[in-house]
């Protein structure tokens, strides 16, 4: 059993927690790697994706994990909630909860909407991303990405990279990694920075060139190009030259270390394509763990225990 | 006639810190002493164990009338003042239509007058409809009543137009109030800049964005000579500029609430509890200890609340868009009497100054003392009496308290507005 009723943030769980999110994770991974993607896991149980905020790779990755565990889906967004209409979201949440259903995923533009719908269900919750706050599955799967790779987390040593201020993922990787015993440097430009790394328990620094062979892991953020306000940049041409990921910066990596980025990429930008496409680039491992890490945390948190796996 | 008896007087002001009886007749206070005897058909109401002060003023208050009667009324608002033990209260212009014409101003008094409860001093708009673009019809609102000028709920943004209204308001006797808020720095901002935006996920506001215009207007009171009034300051950088502005001799006063004395960043928890948004945001533990120390050591001049009630749907939603602000009214009192004045921390004469005395000479009222002749505007207070703050204490029409599930000791039990007894044993008349 998992020592959190709801995965709103990752700063929560403990090292335990994520252990064994992991470990069943490894086990949902061979489902879908059979022919047959489907496990009555949940079957009978109600889950209903919430996404307030456009999405599209989270969204399908929670979809395909929900109908992998036989679960009955219902899909929401914020065009076809009634939140658009004027009703509160608290009376939108008591609503589809008196249906009965087990669990919400979220997906929210704002900062603790996932809280806020706790406080207004028995159902479980799981935060699939709210506002720059946490997006506690995307940090899940990064870890899970990065122990397959290693076969640990204590004592690596993991460059966070690019617009870390509008980053919901530095919020709750950062701190999963250091509570699994890894190290993390977070590396941006000033205008990107944030204001308190030490809160996440990470050194911050503007020069991206000198933590590069030191780090295991160099975990490339988006440029959030769409939640920018004012300019925080002079120009894309020179983010590139200062902090995107090309092949010459590339070739001083660690030797087996990794880049992984969480997606979407905007190549040429913060990531140049010889880079994302290279072995050494975890993209789309990322993006395969994510279907299995998705199911883990479904099934520990709707009580997995008391079904069949298989 | 009214008579009473036993209360502990505290009036700095007449050098009064004694337990002694009161004798009220008509508006006024007839006779100050000791064992007066009451008189045949005279009320005597028992004040043993209980303090008594000049009227508590709250010079910086949100009644949304007109505009927003939804969220608070002018009448429910002074149910509230009278509630927290205030005889007065001065009301920020940002209503709906802005209180920034002479009609405006003569509305509220007339309001305030028919619910006959605590007195209502509108303060007019510094520009028209609180733009920042064109001076307000000052003259005509202090025609009217006007106690002061500020256009609260926003800085004003451009530093000639500030010139413009301080070289205005300077032909009055009159202050302009500062909301200090450089909004291109503290757009978007929901919570000090730092860790608390940092471990929550959101932008911050941070303490220069308002640093900058307070260092701002203090040099505005040098080119214009005009009085400056810079309200609630939450930052240690303020008051330090504050105290230099002062230690020049400049007409530059200040103000703090209890949100940002008693409250910090670090009450924001996980659970984003809505209440605690407020403008400016609660700050560090390191600036609430900086502004105890300038309540305690006098750099500070008042306390207000800035009581701004919203209607429970403004905060039962995500803390992004819930609307900032807490009422405040009917805990002040008791949230400065728990926290500085009983464990010692403040005297009785500091909190009246705080309270009563300062924020009457800003707003350039009568002053009201406890002596005889005086207007007679009085708080009893009992400082034994505990209580949760809840729901239930409340006669705002709002329930948006910061201080919700808080134990308090000490509130006003009684309350005077020109002889006439406003509170009643802890009920509004």
């Known amino acids: 059993m998992l020592s959190v009723r709801n995965l709103i943030d990752t700063t929560s769980l403990t090292a335990d927690d994520i252990t064994q999110i992991l470990d069943t994770a490894q086990s949902f991974a061979e489902v879908n790697s059979r022919a047959i993607k489907k496990v009555p896991a949940l079957r009978g149980r109600t889950i209903v994706n919430l996404f307030l905020e456009p999405s599209t790779r989270t969204r399908s990755s929670f979809e395909l994990a929900e109908k992998r565990l036989s679960a009955d889906s219902l899909n929401m967004s914020g065009s076809t909630s009634s939140v658009v209409k004027g009703e509160s979201l608290a009376d939108t949440i008591q609503t589809i909860a008196a249906m009965n259903v087990d669990m919400f995923v979220c997906r929210a533009k704002f900062a603790g909407t996932p809280h806020l719908i706790t406080e207004n269900t028995d159902a479980r919750v799981i935060n699939a991303g709210d506002g720059k706050h946490q997006h506690p599955t995307q940090a899940l799967l990064d870890l899970y990405t990065i122990r397959e790779n290693f076969g640990h987390l204590d004592g690596l040593k993991v460059a966070i990279v690019g617009d870390l201020l509008h980053s919901r993922v530095v919020g709750s990787l950062a701190p999963a990694l250091r509570t699994m015993g890894a190290e993390v440097t977070l590396v941006g430009p000033p205008t990107f920075q944030v204001m308190d790394p030490a809160w996440f328990g990470c050194e911050q620094t503007a020069d991206f060139d000198s933590v590069i062979p030191d780090v295991d892991v160099i975990y490339m953020l988006r440029v959030q190009l769409e939640r920018m306000e004012g300019a925080a940049i002079p120009s894309r041409r020179e983010y590139n030259r200062l902090f995107g990921l090309d092949t010459v910066r590339a070739s001083h990596m660690k030797e087996g270390a990794i880049v992984c980025h969480p997606g979407p990429m905007n190549r040429g930008m913060e990531i140049m394509p010889e880079v994302a496409d290279a072995p050494y680039a975890k993209i789309l491992d990322q993006v395969s763990a994510g279907v299995a890490v998705r199911m883990a945390a479904m099934y520990l948190l709707l009580g997995g225990e008391d079904n069949d796996l298989a | ?429």
């Open chain 2, 1 to 429: 006639m009214t008579l009473l008896k036993g209360a502990h007087l505290h009036d700095p002001q007449v050098a009064i810190d004694d337990v002694a009886d009161i004798r009220i007749d008509g508006e006024r206070i007839v006779e100050v002493g000791e064992d007066l005897v009451a008189c045949d058909g005279e009320e005597s109401i028992d004040c043993t164990g209980c303090d008594l002060v000049p009227g508590l003023v709250d010079m910086h208050v949100h009644f949304r009338d007109p505009g927003y009667e939804y969220k608070e009324t002018i009448e429910t608002g002074c149910r509230a003042a009278t509630k927290g033990g205030f005889t007065d209260v001065a009301t920020m212009p940002n209503t709906d239509p802005v209180c920034d014409t002479g009609t405006g101003v003569r509305y509220q008094i007339d309001r305030s007058k028919a619910a006959g409860l605590a007195r209502v001093h509108p303060i007019g708009a510094l520009t028209r409809g609180e733009k920042g673009e064109a001076l307000a019809e000052i003259g005509d609102m202090v025609m009217e009543g006007a106690a002061a000028f500020s256009d609260d709920g926003h800085g004003v943004q451009s530093a000639g137009m500030m010139r413009c209204c301080m070289d205005y308001v300077s032909q009055f006797d009159r202050v302009a109030i500062a909301h200090c808020e450089d909004e291109s720095i503290t757009a978007g901002g929901l919570v000090n800049e730092g860790t608390c935006s940092t471990r929550l996920g959101m932008f911050g506001w941070p303490a220069a964005g308002e640093e900058l215009e307070v260092s701002r207007d203090i040099d505005l009171v040098r080119l214009t000579g005009c009085a400056l009034h810079v309200a609630h300051i939450s930052t240690e950088r303020s008051l330090d500029l504050v105290r230099s502005a002062k230690a020049e001799g400049l007409p530059v006063t200040c103000e703090v609430t209890p949100l940002h004395l008693f409250l910090t960043e670090d009450d924001i928890t996980d659970t984003y509890d809505t209440n605690l948004k407020v403008n400016p945001p609660l700050r560090t533990p390191h600036d609430a200890a900086a502004l105890r120390e300038g309540v305690c050591d006098g750099s500070i001049d008042c306390i207000v609340t800035d009581h701004a009630p919203h209607a429970a749907h403004e905060k039962d939603c995500e803390f992004e868009i819930a609307s900032f602000g807490s009422i405040g009214l009917e805990t002040s009192l008791g949230l400065m009497l728990t926290n500085l004045v009983l464990p010692g921390k403040l005297s009785w004469d500091q909190l009246v100054s705080l309270m009563c005395v300062s924020p009457r000479r800003l707003l350039r009222m009568q002053p009201v003392t406890l002596a005889v002749g005086s207007s007679a505007d009085l708080t009893v207070i009992d400082p034994s009496i505990g209580y949760v703050v809840s729901d239930g204490l409340f006669e705002s029409r709002s329930h948006n308290s910061a201080f919700l599930g808080t134990h308090l000791t000490g509130a006003a039990r009684d309350v005077f507005v020109a002889g006439k007894r406003t509170l009643m044993d802890g009920v509004v008349a």
